[in-house]
């Protein structure tokens, strides 16, 4: 079978025949169209060389030699990584350009962690809770901590938070550039993201090799990892509103073998979109799935399949495909310390990006700056003195 066989370094020759290598299938409907007077972006570019390996522009099953063949699924593209080293264990064209639907979500939730602490409140607007559902029910105007937007966000796949969230940061446009920076900055050359919580937009792409990237650098953020992670969650009451629970969306979580938790998405464009990671015998292993349908099995049974496929792969110790590349610039870890006053929302807006502006290379300049002062009056006092 080709899909067994090692390419030779750099080679892409498979890449021109590969479907959906420069973009996603055409949409079925008209939510990707561009404002009047605004022309769709172009695609992408396609990079020479494979990102991650030369096995990475390979179409079809992409697999270990000597391993077996891993499960079918209804899946158009996935990808198998261990969360630890970074290997891509298995894939199926893990670079074809998909919709992301709910799963860009998990690059907004990296972009709110570097830029608020848990504890900034953010109030959402009448616009932010009136947005197409999926939606956890924000009160206009009521207090909501970041923490306990990123459950709404995570677990129930708020699209009322991912505007809130939007709106905090400065506006849509400017969250998606942010987004879009982000991206950039893991390496994922798939990846451009057109709205914040997913919904179709144009211009909007990534892969199962992205979405990988971004699901292990969110899986090294506490706030994220806990968020998914969080079978149930009590949102706290507001003004006219008393506090209600959500419930994680994702049914491997509490059912599958040390599920980690994981993100699940959904448009008529990018049909079923699916992330999880679990850890079993010292291995934390993650599955991305890209334009899945829920029959003859569903998506989450599918996922189950892949993931106990990835662990055997690394019980036999076969070796892996590829590997996730290493960020241009490791993301942020975000602001962490709890501050005394409750931000509004502009405050929490614009609090990361002051201390951001000045930090911590600011401070040791105003030191040495101060030093230097103090130093020339005694200087001069003491010449006065000698003179």
Not at 60 to 89: F, H, I, K, N, R
Not at 233 to 244: D, H, L, R
């Amino acid at each position: 079978m080709l899909s067994g066989l090692v390419f030779g370094a750099g080679s892409v020759s498979a890449a021109p025949s590969c479907p959906d290598r420069q973009a996603p299938p055409p949409p079925v409907d008209t939510s990707e169209q561009a404002p009047p007077g605004q022309l769709s972006p172009a695609p992408l570019p396609v990079p020479a060389e494979p990102v991650g390996g030369a096995r990475m522009g390979e179409c079809g099953l992409v697999y270990p030699v000597g391993a077996s063949t891993p499960p079918e699924t209804t899946a158009t593209s996935w990808v198998l990584q261990d969360l630890d080293t970074g290997a891509v264990l298995a894939a199926k064209d893990p670079h074809a350009r998909e919709r992301p639907a709910s799963l860009i979500k998990t690059l907004l939730a990296l972009v709110v962690i570097n830029e608020f602490k848990p504890t900034d409140v953010i109030r959402p607007t009448a616009e932010d809770a009136s947005q197409e559902c999926t939606c956890v029910g924000l009160v206009a105007g009521g207090s909501y901590t970041v923490d306990e937007l990123l459950h709404g966000l995570l677990m129930h796949s708020g699209n009322d938070v991912a505007h809130a969230f939007a709106t905090a940061l400065g506006g849509v446009p400017a969250t998606v550039g942010k987004m879009n920076a982000m991206a950039a900055s893991l390496g994922a050359k798939d990846t451009r993201a057109a709205t914040p919580s997913g919904l179709d937009g144009p211009g909007m792409s990534t892969s199962a090799y992205d979405l990988s990237l971004i699901f292990h650098a969110a899986m090294q953020q506490p706030e994220f990892s806990t968020a998914v992670a969080t079978k149930g969650y009590q949102i706290p009451a507001q003004p006219g509103k008393p506090a209600f629970g959500i419930v994680n969306d994702n049914k491997l979580l509490g059912s599958y073998p040390g599920f980690l938790g994981g993100k699940t998405g959904f448009t008529d464009d990018a049909r079923h979109t699916y992330v999880g990671g679990a850890a079993q015998d010292g291995r934390r292993l993650a599955v991305v799935m890209m334009r899945a349908e829920q029959r003859p099995t569903l998506v989450v049974q599918q996922a189950a399949q892949l993931l106990d496929y990835g662990f055997r792969l690394t019980k036999a110790g076969v070796g892996s495909v590829g590997q996730l590349v290493q960020p241009a610039a490791a993301p942020n870890a975000g602001p962490t310390e709890a501050t005394e006053a409750t931000p509004s929302k502009a405050t929490a807006s614009t609090e990361g990006r002051q201390r951001d502006a000045f930090g911590t290379t600011g401070w040791v300049v105003t030191l040495v700056v101060a030093l230097l002062i103090v130093a020339g009056f005694v200087l001069g006092r003491y010449r006065r003195r000698m003179r």
